[in-house]
């Protein structure tokens, strides 16, 4: 598994546990801003690795 296949994962698990019913405002800021950092990861990657979605 290559290092964009894994910050992809990471990613769409962060977009759905944001969804959770029980999140507080201060866990969903925390994994907000965990969460623009992989996208900005995963964009960097793709570009890198001239991957087409």
């Known amino acids: 598994m290559n290092q964009y296949t894994e910050t992809q994962i990471i990613k769409h698990a962060l977009q759905a546990y944001i969804k959770r019913p029980d999140a507080t405002d ?3 800021n925390q ?3 965990v969460l623009k950092k992989y996208t900005e990861e995963a964009e960097k990657l793709k570009e890198r690795y001239r991957i087409n979605s």
Do not use: V
């Open 31 to 33: 994994e907000k801003t």
């Open 26 to 28: 201060r866990e969903l």
